[in-house]
């Protein structure tokens, strides 16, 4: 139905940036919501960072000032820049789109394979 591939990322020292990026193809008729969910050891799956398809965006307070989320709608793609990146930052990162499927017509959220972002020195 609606794939989503998630690249960039990796292994960091703090201070560094990282870029990643999620991007969705399949039957998809429009794209609602994107966001970047992470989860580090030991805690829960938490929202990073969203955008809607207003381009609206939210973040948590962890990563507000430092984390910027874009989207490319001719793309159906979805970025995280990670700016002056923190050992906390370390977490599996998993990109999230809310979808409108182009044969069912219902929304769905879709997940990305998740993508392990380490920042240390």
């Known amino acids: 139905q609606v794939q989503l591939v998630e690249s960039g990322g990796g292994l960091v020292q703090p201070g560094g940036s990282l870029v990643l990026s999620c991007a969705a193809s399949g039957s998809i008729f429009s794209i609602n919501s994107m966001g970047w969910y992470r989860q580090a050891p030991g805690k829960q799956r938490e929202l990073a960072a969203a955008?809607?398809?207003?381009?609206?965006?939210n973040y948590a307070d962890s990563v507000k000032g430092r984390f910027t989320i874009s989207r490319d709608n001719a793309k159906n793609t979805v970025y995280l820049q990670m700016n002056s990146l923190k050992p906390e930052d370390t977490a599996v990162y998993y990109c999230?789109?809310?979808?409108?499927?182009?044969?069912?017509?219902?929304?769905?959220?879709?997940w990305g394979q998740g993508t392990q972002v380490t920042v240390s020195s």
């Open positions: 955008i809607t398809s207003g381009g609206s965006t």
């Open positions: 999230n789109q809310r979808v409108r499927d182009g044969r069912t017509w219902q929304m769905y959220d879709y």
